[in-house]
Nanobody
Framework: QAQLVDSGGGLVQAGGSLRLSCTCP??????????LAWFRQHPGKEREFVAG????????SYADSVKGRFTISRDNDRNALYLQMNNLKPEDTAVYYC??????????????????WGQGTQVTVSS
């Protein structure tokens, strides 16, 4: 099973930006044919869907709380998934996880839809 590696988290002031990345460094593994998504988990709460993208990159979806501020994108040639986060708010503070669907499925929007998780990267937004 492939491993996903999340990176790009950090500490930023409210109104700032961060760009998260997710890669799959395993030799011979590809994101092609897998829909991808970002989830986040606030302390003491369940993991929640943030944004999703189909494997062609032509269809995306966002949680209402991040629409207009976050942009999900992917580069299938580089086996990379990105989340550009602008105008960050303190309530965006969470651990962010990239997620890969089961092969041929739509992008995951619930915990049980996810075939493979990244290890998570902490995003902290100070007020």
């Amino acid at each position: 099973q492939a491993q996903l590696v999340d990176s790009g988290g950090g500490l930023v002031q409210a109104g700032g930006s961060l760009r998260l990345s997710c890669t799959c460094p395993a030799s011979g593994w590809t994101f092609e044919n897998y829909a991808l998504a970002w989830f986040r988990q606030h302390p003491g709460k369940e993991r929640e869907f943030v944004a999703g993208i189909k494997w062609t990159g032509g269809s995306t979806s966002y949680a209402d709380s991040v629409k207009g501020r976050f942009t999900i994108s992917r580069d299938n040639d580089r086996n990379a998934l990105y989340l550009q986060m602008n105008n960050l708010k303190p309530e965006d503070t969470a651990v962010y996880y990239c997620a890969q669907s089961f092969v041929g499925a739509g992008f995951p929007t619930a915990f049980d839809d996810v075939g493979t998780w990244g290890q998570g990267t902490q995003v902290t937004v100070s007020s």
